[in-house]
Structure formats: structure tokens, C-alpha cells
């Protein structure tokens, strides 16, 4: 009976799968993406050797992201989302056990993983066809690529089961992954630390581990796989790590679901709002003239209070992290040091807040089903949508303070050094005003992706914007200087920069007119 009910969840998963045009996209993306690459290689045959080996290892990095970003996305869902939905109690009225309803339930999302990696398949072939890299090597890459989405799967399931919500279940994931994923990194990090508060050679003594923890890690292995050329080097150590690791906490999850779900099927679809907002809700103050902007500002942004951490405390983290780092690997004190680490940290966390503030402006209020109340106001429809941005505007701009004083502290520095010229002509380069706008064609894409689906589309605009894009450009312009075109420094200089500031306004205005149609529509359904 529990093998049963399991086979139904997964027949009824591939079913849906079958009908969701998304995946279907998404595995034609990936295939169109793989051919330009391939297209690539070939042009620039005569400039390289090993033509198949290089497009190989170009499928596997392209294989490896793109299961790790939505693979991320779609396993940290596997409960979490009836959770959010409140329909985890009708799955446990079925009788089925929690075995069979996390089997069920992982198992499918782990086929849907399996069907993109055969799409790849026949890319592959044709890399040996094309020369350089070898067939077990080829058999090798696809057996990582599995048990590593079997890997990601039970990592994602497990966050799934603790979590409250998607969202949380995602920010978990992410933080199994980094620590399961990258286990050298951390190892690392911890040496130096202990080596900086009692010298006594730790760092040292753990460089021979260094590369034995490496060897856990696929993302270090992602192009070794495709030299091997003995059979017994097919089934390679991180592959048993990988599966051992998605073993144990499968195994943890089916250890947890009990206490983990009952809580949230007993208290009903409103215990988010008074476990989480409690705060909120006791908050008695007048709302804003804009009761809509007051809506977003109090309850999505955090109010005073997060806009106080954000703006005073996150500063003062940040720059002491930053310190910190400099001391730990033995970077002798510099405030060049402290400030540059501090800039570069800070300007994470901005893009972070612009990412989480309007990733969740419209879909908060598009699957918390009141879009269609607020575009009954008596206001203009798109007064009434800048008012929900608008009240996050507040948090974005706190977040910036640490870039803003980094920057600040940049400019002193290098007036007092006399080299205020070399940055202010840095400052009115093209390339970098093209960031600013870059920034802003990511959100407003992320912003429409949110509108299509329920999680993750800020996360696929940036993949989209920041790593597919810049990769299909860069080998663009390599062909055209491949094929003997070519330009002077100006035409790389300014004319590029500008005709694509040109470009990505015009695309933002389209992206806003998109957002605005498709919130019309979400309303009216």
C-alpha cells in the first residue's frame, strides 16, 4: 500500500509536469543555450585544439548552474508549498505515511531533474564526435549530475519539511547547499580563524586536507570528471558522498515530518499571520495618507525597526566583518582593505534588499488574492501599484548606507592621495553607469517573473541578467572579433556602453508596461 500511494504522487506529478508549459520552456532554454555554445566552438575551431573538449566542459558548467538554480528553487517547494497552499492535511487524510508522502513527493521533482540532464545527453555525444574528451568520461559527468540532484533534492526536502514556507524552506537550502557543497571553503575559513586567535599553525597543518576535502565537492570536479579513462575511475568519491549525504537526510526528514507538519496543519491558514506579524498586528498607530505604501512599508519592509538595522546596524556588521576577513588571512591592517571589502559587501547586500523587497511586492498581494481588492480602489490602477513599490523604496535605500559610506570613505581617501582625478574619470565611464541600468532591467524582469510564477523569479532574472546574458554577449563579440571584425578603443569604449544603456531603458519601459498588463489581468481572474 505505501508503494502505492508513493507510485501516485509520482504518476500524478509527472502528469502535471507533462502539462506545465514552464518546464517544457525551460528545458528548451537550456537546450538553445547549449547549441549557441556549440555554435561558438565551432567558429572558433581553428583557434583552439580539443574543440569537443572545450564545448564538453562548457555543457557541464552550463549543466551544473542550471540544475543548482532552479533545482534549488524547485526542491526546497516539495512540502513547504502545501504548507503554503494548506493542503497538507488533505494529503494526510489520504492515510498515506510520511514515507510514502516525502517519497512521493521528492521523487517526481527528482525525474523532472533527470528529464533536463537528458537533454543534454546528445550534446555530449557530440562532443566525443568533435574530439578531446573521452566516453567514461562523458558516462562519469552524467552520474555526478545525478546524484547531485539527488543530493540537492534531499537537502531541499528536508528544508522543506522544517520550514514554514517556501521562502524560508529556499533561504535554507541555500544555506545546506553552501555547507555540503563547499565543505573546503568553510574548513578553511575555520583554520585561518583559529590560526589568527592562537598561532599555532592551523592553517598550515590543514593544507593536506585541503584537497581531500575538494574532492567532495562537484563544483571543484566539474571538468577532471571528463578526463577519466579507467573504468574503475567512473564512480568517483564525491558521487558516494553525495549519495550518502541525500540517504542521511531523507532519512532525517522522514524522522521529522511528523512533528514538523502537525503544528502547521493544526493551526490553520492563519497562524503565519499571527505567529509572524503578531508584532504587526498589535501595532495600533495611524496608517500613512497612502494606506497602500503604509501596507508594504509596516508589513513587507519591517517598519522603523528593520529600517534602523538596516541603515545603522548592518553598517557597523559589515565593516566589522570586513575587518575581521583582513585580520583572519592575514592581511596586514589597511583601511584600503577594511573600506574596498566593505564596498563590495555592502553592494551585495543592496542588490539582496532590491531582490527580496520587490521580488515580493505583487506577489504577496497576487497569491495572498487581494490584487483584485486593491484594483478596485477608487485611484488609478498604476498610482495604485507604484504605491506598493513605493513603500519599499524606504528599506532599498537604507540597505545602500555601507555602499554609500564605503564610497564616501573611497572618495577621502583618494583626495587625500592626490588621485581624485583617476577616480572621478573611473566614475564617468559608460561601462559603469551601464551597471546602474543593468541593475534595472534585472529588477524589473524579476518583477514580471513573479507575476508568472510563485517562487524564484527574482532568483531566474538574475541568472538570466547576470550569467546567461554577459555569457552570450561576451562569446558574440569574440565571434565578431574571430571572423576579423574589430573596432577601435572608442567603439568598445563608448559606443557599446551607451547603445546598451539605450537598449536596457527601452526594455524597462517595455518590462513596466508588461508588469502593469499582467497585474490587470491577475486581477481580473
Known amino acids: 500500500m505505501i508503494n502505492f500511494r508513493a507510485t501516485a504522487f509520482l504518476t500524478r506529478s509527472v502528469r502535471q509536469d507533462s502539462r506545465l508549459l514552464s518546464h517544457h520552456g525551460m528545458r528548451a532554454g537550456l537546450a538553445l543555450l547549449i547549441l549557441f555554445l556549440f555554435y561558438t566552438q565551432m567558429q572558433m575551431t581553428s583557434l583552439r585544439g580539443a574543440v569537443g573538449a572545450g564545448f564538453a566542459q562548457q555543457v557541464v558548467q552550463c549543466c551544473y548552474w542550471f540544475l543548482t538554480i532552479l533545482g534549488g528553487i524547485h526542491f526546497s517547494s516539495t512540502i513547504a508549498e502545501e504548507k503554503d497552499e494548506q493542503t497538507l492535511a488533505l494529503l494526510k487524510m489520504t ?62 526536502l528536508f528544508a522543506s519539511v522544517l520550514a514554514s514556507s517556501t521562502r ?22 575555520i583554520a585561518a580563524s583559529l590560526d589568527y586567535l592562537f598561532g599555532s599553525g592551523f592553517a598550515e597543518n590543514f593544507l593536506p586536507w585541503w584537497s581531500t576535502l575538494s574532492s567532495f565537492s562537484l563544483v571543484s570536479n566539474l571538468s577532471s570528471t571528463l578526463l577519466a579513462f579507467q573504468p574503475e575511475e567512473v564512480w568517483q568519491p564525491y558521487m558516494t558522498y553525495e549519495v550518502c549525504v541525500g540517504a542521511c537526510f531523507f532519512f532525517i526528514s522522514w524522522l521529522v515530518f511528523e512533528p514538523c507538519t502537525s503544528r502547521a496543519v493544526s493551526e490553520g491558514p492563519t497562524a503565519q499571520i499571527t505567529r509572524g506579524d503578531a508584532g504587526s ?30 541603515a545603522v546596524v548592518a553598517p557597523v556588521v559589515i565593516f566589522a566583518v570586513s575587518y575581521a576577513l583582513a585580520q583572519i588571512f592575514g592581511v596586514t591592517f589597511d583601511g584600503w582593505v577594511v573600506v574596498m571589502g566593505a564596498l563590495y559587501i555592502g ?14 511586492c505583487f506577489s504577496e498581494e497576487i497569491h495572498g488574492e487581494t490584487l483584485a481588492s486593491l484594483v478596485m480602489l477608487p485611484r488609478r490602477t498604476g498610482y495604485t501599484f507604484w504605491s506598493l513599490v513605493k ?21 577621502l581617501w583618494v583626495m587625500v592621495d592626490g588621485e581624485l582625478d583617476e577616480l572621478l574619470e573611473a566614475m564617468v565611464q559608460p561601462w559603469l553607469w551601464h551597471f546602474l541600468t543593468w541593475v534595472a532591467v534585472t529588477a524589473h524582469l524579476g518583477v514580471l517573473l513573479t507575476t508568472y510564477i510563485r517562487f524564484g523569479g527574482m532568483l531566474l532574472s538574475v541568472a538570466i541578467c547576470w550569467f546567461g546574458m554577459p555569457i552570450l554577449c561576451g562569446m558574440s563579440i569574440a565571434l565578431v572579433l574571430s571572423g576579423g571584425g574589430g573596432g577601435g578603443r572608442e567603439f568598445f569604449q563608448y559606443l557599446i556602453p551607451f547603445g ?26
Not at 497612502?290 to 522603523?304: E, N, Q
Not at 523604496?393 to 570613505?409: C, E, K, N, Q, R
Not at 546598451?500 to 481572474?525: N, P, S, T, Y
Open 391 to 411: 513603500g519599499v523604496i524606504p528599506a532599498i535605500l537604507a540597505s545602500s548606507v555601507t555602499f554609500a559610506i564605503s564610497m564616501g570613505l573611497l572618495l
Open 347 to 360: 553592494l551585495a547586500f543592496w542588490l539582496i534588499t532590491i531582490a527580496r523587497m520587490l521580488g515580493r
Open 95 to 156: 492515510g498515506a505515511s510520511g514515507f510514502s508522502i516525502l517519497a512521493g513527493k521528492s521523487l517526481p521533482r527528482l525525474a523532472v531533474a533527470v528529464l533536463f540532464l537528458f537533454v543534454v545527453a546528445p550534446f555530449f555525444l557530440l562532443s566525443i564526435t568533435l574530439g578531446g574528451v573521452l566516453t567514461l568520461g562523458i558516462v562519469t559527468s552524467m552520474l555526478s549530475m545525478m546524484t547531485y540532484a539527488f543530493m540537492l533534492g534531499q537537502l531541499g
Open 500 to 525: 546598451l544603456i539605450v537598449f536596457e531603458v527601452f526594455m524597462c519601459a517595455i518590462l513596466q508596461r508588461q508588469i502593469h498588463d499582467r497585474l490587470i489581468l491577475l486581477a481580473g481572474k
Open 281 to 310: 498586528v498589535r501595532d495600533n498607530s495611524r496608517p500613512h495618507l497612502d494606506p497602500v505604501a503604509w501596507k508594504t512599508w509596516r508589513f513587507l519592509s519591517g517598519g522603523w525597526p528593520w529600517l534602523i538595522v538596516r
Open 168 to 189: 524560508r524552506a529556499f533561504t535554507l537550502t541555500c544555506i545546506l547547499w553552501l555547507v555540503f557543497e563547499l565543505p573546503h571553503w568553510w574548513a578553511g575559513l
